[in-house]
């Protein structure tokens, strides 16, 4: 068995004073860590430095290793490696395949792995998951931030602590490395000669992280020696800065958040100062999992202020594939409009079908000749059971079905045709649900409207002969749109 070398005593009490300032060690009940491992020089130090804690710390720690098997990198390296280091510190490691169907991207390979790390970190009830992000890590990326303009939350670095919520549980990531420089590292690897798998992309400058590692940084050396502490002395500033700004959004956010609707009240949104506006929506889309940019920011504003800006039709805004910011009776929502196909039913008079994608059954019955002369019969029960009058449309072809380019349907009491898209938008239906709500038509023309009404053609005038019902067979799509 080989034994973890000794680091550095700085090192080792950087990393216990961490875990312990953070309260994931020293509590009554054992540390279990899951420790992302590549393998790698700096992963590879974490992991002797949490073996070395473990064989001196007076209560138990456990470990284990877990190995992400990258979709698009030679894994066979990796994995001897990181097989023959696990092995000789006697501890437990596990590989996390992939989800192939991701999208081809560092950032979707990235969500992927850290939502394997907490699903597996729940499953064996793990005190937290531990990276081996250092102080540099920490630093070029406030640098590249920089370069692309970040705000100021931008340049407080990687957060040494962060939860993750997968699978209606929650995970700690915590990076106790995160205050210890790349050359310690490099010299503990140095030291004890270290046998960590060397990642070639990593010296390939065509990526921009390793550009700004490799070809800026060097200058940075050179010019301004002292940088680094420059650096975090400037995200120190903008931690605390953050902290400030963030006790003042946490009341405007109150202010403007309506909880019961999910949604920004709009009047009180467009009082705010600009500053205020940009940090609520930014909020709003980042808790929505939304990804935004400067630009998308500023067109938004522009959009909901009623300036010049990308839109998509009338009170719609894009912000991602099928998801808009809609203004809707003084309400800022987040809607997601997916195509809501439906098969058109062709049905008879009378008649009893069911329509999968409605989830309801569509009754047509004709009346008794007794039931005709009912008081009650003359007049509609609700708009999904209503008595009807459809002398003539025995032998049509009707439709059951949802809305269409060019349908019309003349409302009760009313002696012409008017769009449907007319009746909906008077009706206060929300362009995001007129797709799901049924309709019975003739054509392009519109008999019936699930919840809204009739056409005049329709109504009873002397005595009804049918009687129409819509009966729900499991929660229904058409009731998504009824306050």
Known sequence: MMSAPTQTPTMLSQVQQFLEQHHLLGQAHEAHYVVAFSGGRDSTVLLHCLKQLQAHYPRKIRLTAVYYCHPWRPLQNDLAQVHKTCKALEVDWICLAPDLTMAHTEESAREDRYNQLARLALDLDATAILTAHHQDDSLETVLFRLFRGTGIEGLN???????LYVDEGEVVVARPLLAVSRQAINEVVSSFSLAYVDDPTN???????????????????????????SMMKLTEHARFDTKIIQAKMDDVWQMVYQADTDSLDERRFLQLDEAYQRRVLRHYLRAHDQEYSYQRII???????GEQGRTFGPGLFSVGTHTFLSVYRHRITLETRQPFEVE????????????????????????????RIKPYAWHKTSNFDLVVNLKGLEDATLTLRNRRQGDFITPLGMAENIKLKKLFKNRGISRFHRDRVPLLAQGSKVLWVAGLGLNEEIRVK????HRITFEQTEEPVYMAWKE
């Open 462 to 465: 002397s005595k009804p002969t």
């Open 299 to 305: 067109d938004a504003l522009c959009f909901l202020r």
């Open 203 to 229: 010296q390939q400058t065509q990526f921009s992280r390793n550009k700004l590692r490799h070809l800026i940084i060097p200058h940075l050396e050179t010019t301004f020696p002292d940088w680094r502490q």
């Open 157 to 163: 670095g990687i957060p040494p602590i962060r939860t």
């Open 344 to 371: 058109p039913l062709d049905v008879s008079v009378p008649c009893r079908v069911s329509h999968r994608q409605f989830r309801a059954t569509l009754i047509i019955k004709e009346l008794d000749p007794e039931e």
